[in-house]
């Protein structure tokens, strides 16, 4: 567990160097959504590129992800029969609770913990993958969507299916899969500097909500107070728990099944926040699922260590 507790200080000092930049003055709202800019358009393509190029994707195909997908599948829905009804969101609104309810921080957050929960750090690609190859491009194209429909004027049903492929995001994923698929061996030269620009991407995540939480109202606190802690809850419970039903219903044990619920119960992940600024939906739920999610699941995961380990 001194591992992920490792993983988990690193996190928040590098947002508390976010938080500290905007206490001093160094970093205003523009600033702070330049950030978020440049990490969503520039650094996570480049990122998302480098992992799933060279990423073991044998791993996507394992038993093991189908009961992470009903996980997901059970937690979203979950959100959005009870959002839905009680608060009626906007369609942006809604996706980002959505996400916020189910979207794993497997990146940044969940490779620590699988290597000191798991031993293994490989757990965490099928999961990462999922996100990334289906997860997100689906969310985004919803959101492209929402923004399409508050601008004036009438878009045809052929730019809403295309919306996808003209993504940052989208793209950096499907070229790096294509790449992986193909067997192509990108040369280095090409992927150096690939590499050393999508190495901004968390950094600037982190910092960008470390400067939210110093220049936005406190976390859980405002209208979208409720809707929040649904959301965090689902993460944080329900998430693991629709694992371990699951992963037991299907007939997984001991480190199988373990290891499908210690990813269902990782926070949500910061992606979540730096896409909700992006397109301007949602942007406080976000950041504040994101933030007592991280905190709440360091007690979730001890549970599952004790219960399951």
């Known amino acids: 567990m001194q591992g992920a507790i490792g993983g988990i200080s690193t996190i928040w000092v590098v947002i508390g160097v976010g938080w500290l930049i905007a206490h001093l003055g160094l970093v205003n709202q523009?600033?702070?959504?330049?950030?978020?800019?440049?990490?969503?358009?520039?650094?996570s393509p480049a990122l998302l590129f480098s992992l799933m190029s060279t990423a073991d994707l044998q791993h996507v195909f394992s038993h093991t992800v189908l009961v992470s997908i009903l996980a997901v599948v059970i937690a979203g829905s979950l959100y959005l029969a009870l959002a839905i009804p009680l608060f009626r969101p906007s369609l942006g609104d809604g996706v980002i609770g959505f996400m916020s309810s189910m979207y794993t921080n497997a990146a940044n957050f969940g490779l620590p913990?699988?290597?000191?929960?798991l031993h293994d750090a490989t757990w965490i690609a099928p999961?990462?993958?999922?996100?990334?190859?289906?997860?997100?491009?689906?969310?985004?194209?919803?959101?492209?969507?929402?923004?399409?429909?508050?601008?004036?004027?009438?878009?045809?049903?052929?730019?809403?299916?295309?919306?996808p492929l003209r993504n940052p995001i989208t793209i950096g994923i499907l070229a790096g899969l294509a790449v992986n698929l193909a067997g192509v061996q990108v040369p280095e030269v090409v992927m150096r500097p690939i590499d050393m620009v999508g190495g901004i991407a968390l950094p600037l995540m982190l910092m960008a909500f470390g400067v939210s939480l110093?220049?936005?109202?406190?976390?859980?606190?405002?209208?979208?107070?409720a809707p929040m802690w649904i959301a965090t809850a689902i993460k944080v419970v329900v998430h693991p728990f629709a694992a371990w039903a699951g992963g037991t219903l299907m007939g997984l044990s001991g480190t199988d099944l373990y290891a499908v619920v210690v990813l269902g119960a990782l926070p949500a992940a910061q992606n979540v926040y730096v896409?909700?600024?992006?397109?301007?939906?949602?942007?406080?739920?976000?950041?504040?699922?994101?933030?007592?999610?991280?905190?709440?699941?360091?007690?979730?995961?001890?549970?599952?260590?004790?219960?399951?380990?």
Request: net charge positive; proline share 5%.
């Open 275 to 309: 896409t909700a600024t992006k397109y301007g939906q949602g942007e406080l739920l976000a950041r504040d699922a994101v933030f007592w999610s991280t905190i709440l699941s360091v007690a979730s995961l001890l549970v599952i260590a004790a219960l399951l380990g």
């Open 113 to 117: 913990v699988a290597v000191a929960l």
């Open 214 to 225: 110093r220049l936005d109202p406190l976390p859980g606190k405002g209208p979208h107070r």
């Open 127 to 163: 999961i990462l993958l999922m996100q990334l190859a289906f997860i997100m491009p689906i969310c985004l194209a919803l959101l492209d969507v929402a923004a399409k429909r508050s601008e004036p004027g009438s878009t045809r049903w052929v730019s809403y299916l295309s919306l």
């Open 30 to 43: 523009g600033g702070r959504r330049l950030m978020s800019v440049l990490a969503f358009t520039v650094g």
